[in-house]
């Protein structure tokens, strides 16, 4: 189906918004009071449903739990978790998204609250950095689109592929900078 140059700038504009307001709370947004699995997972869906792309990428208390016997997530105390488990969760579910969660457990800090607080905030930094920079790449990458005739279908399937592309690049870049960082 052609596209007009018009409507795939429309879509650009509501892309650069929705990627504008994807945003994890800050440590102190966090709720202070330790919660039950179900305010969990309520929670976790509040703060990461902009990320998800279907109902199958929901999180799920048998996920929660899966994290816990795979040692990524402190196990609960009483029943409760706490920040330190929200933080990590939001990171975890963040990241593999792209990752495998054995490259994301190779990335998570230790479970001491401070220690997990450093590593959130420098996530929430730099989260919030790179989406503003990866706003600007794309709207640079996507110029082709905007030039020449009215329908751009050969350049938008062009820009797709390289953004598959990049996505790969970026999980490989990854993956060996976590093996050189352990080494």
Request: glycine content about 4%; charged content about 25%.
């Amino acid at each position: 189906m052609p596209h007009t140059k018009a409507a795939l700038a429309n879509k650009f504009d509501e892309w650069e918004s929705y990627l504008g307001a994807l945003k994890l709370p800050a440590w102190d947004e966090l709720p202070t009071l330790e919660l039950y699995m179900d305010q969990v997972v309520i929670v976790l869906n509040d703060y990461l449903g902009m990320y998800a792309a279907g109902e199958d990428k929901t999180v799920t208390q048998a996920m929660i739990n899966n994290y816990v016997k795979q040692k990524l997530i402190p196990p609960p105390v009483k029943k409760k978790y706490s920040r330190v488990h929200l933080a990590l969760l939001m990171i975890i579910c963040t990241l593999k998204q792209t990752l495998n969660i054995s490259v994301v457990k190779e990335m998570l800090p230790a479970w001491d609250g401070d220690a997990v607080r450093r590593f959130y905030d420098r996530f929430i930094t730099v989260q919030k950095g790179f989406g503003a920079y990866f706003v600007n790449q794309v709207r640079a990458a996507a110029e082709p689109i905007f030039a020449g005739g009215d329908e751009a279908d050969a350049e938008v399937t062009d820009f797709i592929i390289s953004a598959a592309v990049a996505s790969c690049y970026a999980k490989l870049l990854t993956e060996k900078m976590i093996i050189y960082k352990n080494e």
